[in-house]
């Protein structure tokens, strides 16, 4: 979800040279499909909300996306695509959504498993849901009182039963940052795997991070209603970077570390000791200005790496290389940005601001953002540039009445960036307009860690 996607190829590259083994799709986009085929990266594909209620309701449809998504792409240990999980849905019971998914779920996947059963790849690819942080619970705060949301009790028994029958994992996101944000009983450092976090107790069971306190209220809620020895992949985990409080690289740095840290030791959590998720997927590979930003400013910052494929900062992974590789030879556009015409009346400036920004990605001008410091009218500049880039530097694009003004000096302030935005095409655009969540294999420890590519 962004203006100038870089190119599936140059991604396929970055998550080659940090050895990445693991990838996560959210759609099924064919040119992303073609960009990883031969690379041996398992490949997890997505189907989108929008489609549910059709496969839910068309076995043939069903069997037409899988043919044209799975079939036609699918390596038998050639040169294809190693798939190994479809994903129905982009966390279709996120309770924002209200019930308009619920009904179709189920049906999709059944369909969409049938669908994998007639081309004889039932056997290699599973059938999962991602669900969303919010389809678990505990109102005390206490793991052991964990359960689903009862709007969703019947719906997930239907799951589960579907999953335990195919040997498919419970799909999950975990998310410490909006639990963080939630919570006022979450501290940072207890999100942040500090040793000095002040612990939680439940009854003899310690817990002394976020992460394991989530994990077991699901746990909880799993044994509930009766699946108590489900596998868990943890579908989306990461911090954001920009764009809220507490959302920097450093605090994102602390975090990750904390992370890997935690899943390397393979001490599981109190309810599942020595016993910790079978994989677990980093949101995300890379930033999306185009993300919406209806629950915070943040979303549109999760990456690990920058929009553009640079490393934010330096993270172990396990795999083979204690620093981050960087995407290589990134093509940009000109040297050049839009910023406001000090020389001019800028009393309408701010009707200007309202609308570029309304279009253009501002995010990092939010309260604790990384350009929130930023004097007036830098402010200005920063709303204007992120317009002019985001429409290929066209010279009628900082014009914003007469205000704009191009310069080759960059304008960028301390850890305010000023982007000069991607070279690519408006066809390319619409044709990469995907979400990638990548899945990083650690070869040091069995519990898989997975990273998210947006």
């Known amino acids: 979800m962004s203006s100038h ?26 040119l992303v499909l073609q960009a990883l085929s031969a690379s041996n990266i398992f490949v997890t594909v997505g189907i989108p909300n929008s489609m549910l209620k059709t496969f839910n309701s068309s076995r043939k449809a069903a069997e037409s ?12 240990g050639g040169a294809g695509v190693r798939i190994e999980y479809v994903a129905v849905g982009d966390e279709p019971f996120l309770q924002s959504y209200g019930e308009q998914f619920h009904p179709f779920v189920i049906g999709a996947a059944m369909n ?25 619970m505990s109102e005390s705060g206490l793991p052991s009182k964990g359960h689903f ?42 999100a942040l795997f500090k040793e000095n976090a002040r612990p ?85 590979l890379l930033d999306e200005d185009q993300r919406s930003i209806a629950s915070g400013n943040f979303e549109r910052h999760w990456g690990v790496f920058t929009f553009d494929g640079q490393a934010k900062y330096q ?10 590789v960087n995407a290589q030879f990134v093509e940009y556009l000109s040297p050049k940005w839009c910023v406001v015409n000090n020389n001019k009346d800028l009393s309408n400036a701010t009707a200007r601001v309202s609308e570029a920004c309304s279009v253009a990605d501002c995010t990092a001008l939010a309260p604790g953002g990384s350009c929130s410091n930023i004097s007036w009218p830098g402010n200005i500049s ?17 014009d914003f009445g007469g205000l704009g003004l191009i310069t080759i000096v960059d304008p960028s302030v301390d850890d305010c960036r000023f982007i000069v935005e991607l070279r690519t095409s408006h066809s390319v655009h619409n044709a990469y307009l995907v979400r990638w969540i990548t899945f990083l294999t650690p070869y040091v420890f069995s519990c898989l860690l997975v990273f998210t590519l947006l």
């Open 65 to 76: 996306w899988v043919h044209d998504n799975v079939t036609r792409y699918f390596s038998h």
């Open 200 to 284: 939680h107790n439940d009854s003899r069971r310690t817990y002394k991070n976020s992460f394991d306190l989530s994990h077991d209220t699901l746990v909880a809620a799993l044994s509930k209603i009766g699946f108590p020895d489900m596998d868990i992949v943890v579908a989306r985990i990461g911090w954001p970077t920009d764009g809220a409080a507490n959302a920097t690289s450093s605090v994102a740095e602390t975090f990750m570390k904390g992370l890997v840290d935690h899943l390397r030791s393979k001490t599981g959590t109190p309810l599942r000791p020595r016993n910790p998720p079978i994989e677990t997927f980093i949101f995300s």
């Open 315 to 324: 993270l172990n992974f396990g795999q083979g290389s204690k620093h981050l």
């Open 382 to 398: 920063y709303a204007f540039n992120s317009y002019y880039q985001q429409h290929d530097q066209r010279a009628d694009s900082c």
């Open 5 to 30: 996607p870089l190119p599936p190829p140059k991604v396929v590259e970055l998550l080659k040279s940090n050895n990445i083994s693991r990838v996560k799709l959210f759609d099924a986009d064919p």
């Open 112 to 136: 969409i498993q049938a669908a994998l059963a007639k081309a004889n790849l039932a056997g290699e690819v599973k059938v999962v849901v991602p669900c969303s942080f919010d389809t678990f």
């Open 149 to 190: 949301r009862t709007d969703l009790n019947r719906t997930m028994i239907e799951l589960l039963t579907f999953l335990r029958k195919h040997h498919s994992p419970f799909f999950v996101t975990i998310s410490p940052f909006i639990s963080f944000q939630q919570n006022k009983n979450i501290s940072l450092d207890f």
